[in-house]
């Protein structure tokens, strides 16, 4: 059977994978340079403190060495300096490696938050800079597993697998080389028992970076399935789902058992491994050494040094290797943050933005297509010229167009061809600020964030006072409900809203929108979280909150249709009927069927 798909053989596929995986260990790279570059004098200074103290700690079995060989025999003859100078010069040179060993691990810490804290500014700032395409394609798990697991495996690796890399890889180097100084045929045992440690390390690091990998995927499909299950904790609850999703769950804490115990056998063979090696390598020295000492050619001291510098050289390694398995970790974690902050805006900032101080609100389409990434066209060629003060009401079936037409003149996507253009400028040439001001919408899900109620209404203009906020809230008649709360504006409306109905959270973002006076608003599907009482109340302030500006309703319910000068009826991207809702009701058109079967539901 062949292995050829879609053209590509299984041999060109693999090459195609070995150049992506080249190119992602280059960009998460990249990022780590750029991270740690500014940082460059601190991290110099970091290395020559370690190494200052890595050199006075391995000090010490020479030092030994020295007052056994020396001291002792001095001290039999009546002469105990030598003995007493060796055991000053242990105590300083340890005395003095602990504490430029603790300096380093505070330099450290000091290097590794800076970098963290630069990471998560970079994330959380990409992510809210990122077009709406983005966030409607990553999953909301995906990004906070970013912000979370992602970055907790470097914190882990920066806090303390680096740390223990570089005093580790030294205080190896530097014990190899102060055995091979006290006794250079010793320094052959410990060659020799470089070569199975070389497998075993080898053998270890093949595997460890699948296993390893298999783990981050597992913890990120945990993290995405509970979050996307709190997120929508109300559907869970309403169609009783708890069952499925905790056997789902479990399911997913199988495979991370299952990847993390895979994880524990192979360090239960690694770590007695190492032990094993190092064991033998003391017990051959031992053994070579004795001989040695028993034919005078090597001095007691010297052997003792040689033995402890053997048991040191291994003592790191474990530590290495446990560096390897961070590192490993953080390596994945650093290749999906680096993916994210690759992205870039689909709706990006102009270069040379126009200014548009205070807009009149004419709008007008032109020539405009667009269609998703993962999908076909949904607005094939259009044209629509809205005048400056003019309410329209778009009116269709599901997948009709309405609320892509609504985002385009929102700019959260731009057209694939065409132009949406604001008092003639087109939107992509707007300044962010004047487009953010002149354009606001309010959508169905009126998302209240953590914080007061006069905070969320003045998230429409930040600088809004009490007076301001009161006046807004009246306006689109908030003002009664909101005093009848516990602390009336001052009072916290808890996580997403959860203190208020459905309908409130909705009068409150029309105030929030009130507030910004925008010149252009849109309606989308603004009114559909409101009883028929709330609805009704709202009418009037609807009238308000649309009157001297532009103004783009889209909506089902057709009692909110009334109050627009137009209404545009779509299907499939394009405009079939327009006119105002008298002329479309009188007609026999498609509004005038949609308006008669609303009338009959009243009945």
């Known amino acids: 059977m062949s292995t050829a798909v879609a053209g590509v053989s299984g041999e060109e596929r693999d090459d195609l994978s070995r150049a992506e995986s080249r190119t992602v260990r280059k960009r998460s790279q990249r990022l780590l340079l750029e991270l740690l570059r500014p940082r460059r004098r601190q991290i110099a200074l970091t290395l020559v403190v370690v190494i200052i103290a890595t050199g006075l700690q391995v000090a010490g079995p020479a030092l030994i060495a020295l007052g056994v ?52 500014q970079r994330v959380f700032s990409q992510t809210q800079r990122l077009s709406m395409d983005f966030h409607e394609s990553y999953t909301s798990g995906r990004i906070i597993a970013r912000q979370t697991s992602d970055l907790d495996s470097i914190r882990e690796l920066l806090d303390e697998g680096i740390g223990n890399l570089v005093s580790g890889a030294f205080y190896t180097l530097f014990t190899a080389i102060a055995l091979i100084l006290v006794d250079a045929p010793s320094g052959l045992v410990l060659a020799c028992a470089l070569i199975p440690l070389w497998f075993l390390v080898r053998w270890f690091q093949t595997r460890s ?89 090597l001095a007691i001291g010297a052997l003792l040094a040689v033995l402890l510098y053997i048991r040191r050289f291994f003592d790191p390694l474990e530590e290495l290797a446990m560096f390897y398995n961070g590192y490993q970790s953080a390596s994945a974690a650093l290749e999906k943050i680096s993916g994210v902050l690759e992205e870039r805006p689909t709706v990006a900032d102009p270069a040379r933005p126009v200014d548009l101080r205070r807009a009149r609100g004419a709008v007008r389409f032109e020539g405009v297509e667009f269609g998703y990434r993962s ?29 892509t037409l609504a985002k385009l003149l929102s700019r959260f996507y731009d057209p694939t061809a065409g132009a949406v253009r604001l008092d003639g400028i087109d939107l992509r040439e707007l300044h962010p600020k004047d487009l953010r001001r002149a354009i606001v919408m309010v959508t169905q899900e009126a998302y209240l964030f953590s914080g007061t109620v006069a905070d969320n209404i003045a998230l429409g203009r930040p600088d809004a006072t009490r007076e301001d906020i009161v006046r807004a809230a009246k306006a689109v008649g908030a003002h009664a409900f909101i005093e009848d709360l516990p602390h009336g504006y001052d009072t916290d409306v808890n996580k997403r809203g959860g203190r208020v109905s459905a309908g409130q959270r909705q009068l409150l973002s029309f105030a929030r929108a009130f507030l910004a006076d925008p010149t252009v608003l849109i309606l989308d599907e603004a009114t559909a979280s409101l009883d028929i009482p709330s609805e009704r109340a709202v009418q009037e302030a609807l009238q308000t909150l649309l009157a001297d ?55």
């Open 69 to 120: 060989d020396r001291g002792v025999p001095a001290l039999a003859d009546g002469d105990w300096l030598p003995l007493a100078l060796a055991g000053a010069g242990f105590l300083l040179t340890s005395l003095a490696g602990a504490a430029l060993i603790g300096w380093f691990r505070v330099l450290q810490a000091r290097i590794a938050q800076a970098v963290l804290f630069d990471l998560r």
């Open 209 to 297: 970076q699948r296993l390893f990998r298999q783990t981050r995927v597992a913890s990120a499909r945990l993290i995405v399935q509970f979050v996307e299950t709190m997120t929508g904790i109300r559907a869970v609850k309403a169609f009783r789902k708890e069952d499925r999703n905790r056997e789902k769950f479990g399911g997913l804490v199988e495979d991370y058992r299952g990847a993390n115990a895979k994880v524990f056998r192979l360090f239960g063979t690694f770590d007695p491994g190492l032990v094993l090696i190092g064991n033998l390598t003391v017990a051959g020295a031992l053994l070579v050494g004795g001989l040695r000492v028993a034919a005078g050619q």
């Open 375 to 403: 999908g076909g066209v949904i607005l094939p060629r259009f044209d629509l010229e809205l005048p400056a003060g003019q309410t329209v009401a778009l009116v269709g079936s599901t997948g009709a167009g309405k609320s």
């Open 549 to 603: 500006r532009t103004a783009v309703i889209i909506a089902h319910r057709l009692s909110t249709v009334a109050i627009a000068d137009r209404v545009l009826v779509m299907d499939k991207g394009r405009i079939v009927e327009d006119g105002t809702p008298e002329e479309l009701i009188g007609g026999t058109g498609r509004f005038a069927s949609l308006h008669q079967a609303w009338r009959d539901s009243l009945v």
